[in-house]
């Protein structure tokens, strides 16, 4: 029912954008981003509760509880790269939003060292 509401939010930010347009196009991007942040904050309900789950998932199964903060990191950054490219790109800023999302790369990698890593000394250890 969430993404009903959702789709709906989306489409009629799109809308309202394109009538706008005509008239002032400076406020058919202050719409289309206003309704970009509205979507975003119904989504990181979701994500939150979705934590929640993940964390009693990690009490079931033998998982380092800082691999999961680390990973959770990585899906955070990815999120709000992709969105923040995204209205940069929308308000025609490309350059922008290709710093954003390249910044947004080398952030994951750097989080993600511990994990490569762990999982390098795993290998290791196997082997010998």
Do not use: H
């Not at 979507?39 to 309900?45: E, Q």
């Not at 009490?59 to 490219?85: N, P, R, T």
């Not at 929308?90 to 939003?97: E, K, N, T, W």
Request: net charge positive; with cysteine; hydrophobic share 55%.
């Amino acid at each position: 029912m969430d993404m009903i509401k959702i789709g709906i939010l989306g489409i009629a930010g799109v809308l309202m954008a394109l009538l706008v347009r005509e008239w002032k196009p400076q406020f058919s991007t202050l719409i289309s981003m206003a309704s970009c942040t509205l979507i975003f904050f119904c989504a990181i309900s979701r994500i939150q509760a979705m934590a929640g789950a993940i964390s009693q998932l990690v009490q079931y199964i033998s998982l380092k509880e800082s691999y999961l903060k680390i990973l959770l990191k990585i899906v955070g950054i990815a999120y709000i790269a992709d969105f923040s490219a995204s209205i940069c790109r929308d308000a025609g800023y490309s350059a922008v939003a290709g710093q954003i999302e390249l910044s947004g790369k080398i952030s994951v990698l750097s989080v993600s060292t511990p994990i490569v890593l762990a999982l390098l000394n795993t290998i290791s250890e196997y082997l010998t």
